[in-house]
């Protein structure tokens, strides 16, 4: 079982640079999120999407842009690095069920930028 | 504004020891609280507590929930090495398809 995959693990990029951080999952769930974790701040939530073709801003969501074409995918754009971007970032996803909902990460993706 | 904060920050403990995390939380429509491990990679889920289920046990760890006053414990009994980790509490909502997470409490388990 995939499960969440993201790619790539590891980038480094010049300031200016940009990129795109690839998600999918297998689960057939409806819900899909980006997350950065920096040190001492948890995870804060950047883009996230209740279904296919919808996208909505979370927490953090400046210098960044999300798509969600198909139902598994949900990319994460960075149209012009800063090093402010350094960070570790997790993709996840949930479906909902009559408790409540359940979160899967991804194993991560660490960007620096220099 | 909807806030998720835990405590402490950091702790270090000796194995054989039992520590206990903190997590209160300030949110509107709450359904369910989680907590997650976090090692090297990804956060792994070990808890839901919902509205129904306030008490869950699985081996050493345990947590309650209590709604009343909006916080949520985590104990874990006989700490080993393998407990170094990062413990994230996060609370869904009602209705709002997200996730708010606390900042974490990094463990450090000394031999």
């Known amino acids: 079982n995939a499960g969440v995959t993201q790619t790539p693990k590891f980038r480094v990029l010049k300031t200016g640079q940009s990129m795109t951080l690839l998600c999918a999952q297998d689960?057939?769930?409806?819900?899909m999120y980006w997350y950065r974790q920096d040190p001492g701040m948890g995870l804060r939530l950047i883009h996230y999407?209740?279904?296919?073709?919808?996208?909505a801003k979370g927490e953090v969501p400046d210098g960044y842009n999300v798509s969600r074409l198909k139902k598994q995918n949900f990319l994460l754009g960075l149209e012009s690095a800063a090093p402010s971007q350094t960070s570790v970032y997790f993709c996840?996803?949930?479906?909902?069920?009559?408790?409540?909902?359940?979160?899967?990460f991804g194993e991560g993706s660490w960007l620096t930028v220099v | 504004e909807d806030k998720v904060v835990q405590s402490p920050l950091s702790l270090v403990v000796h194995e054989g020891d039992t520590v206990t995390l903190n997590c209160s939380y300030e949110v509107t429509n709450f359904r369910s609280l989680l907590w997650y491990k976090q090692e090297k990679k990804a956060p792994t889920f070990l808890f839901m507590l919902?509205?129904?289920?306030i008490e869950k046990k699985s081996g050493r760890l345990s947590s309650i929930l209590d709604k009343k006053e909006l916080f949520s414990i985590l104990n874990i009994t006989a700490t080993q090495t393998g407990d170094s980790a990062i413990y994230l509490c996060?609370?869904?909502?009602?209705?709002?398809?997200?996730?708010?997470f606390g900042s974490g409490t990094k463990l450090n388990v000394k031999p």
């Open positions: 689960m057939n769930h409806e819900y």
């Open positions: 999407s209740v279904g296919e073709g919808t996208t």
């Open positions: 996060a609370v869904d909502k009602y209705n709002f398809n997200k996730f708010y």
């Open positions: 919902t509205s129904s289920g």
């Open positions: 996840a996803s949930s479906t909902t069920t009559g408790a409540g909902n359940t979160i899967y």
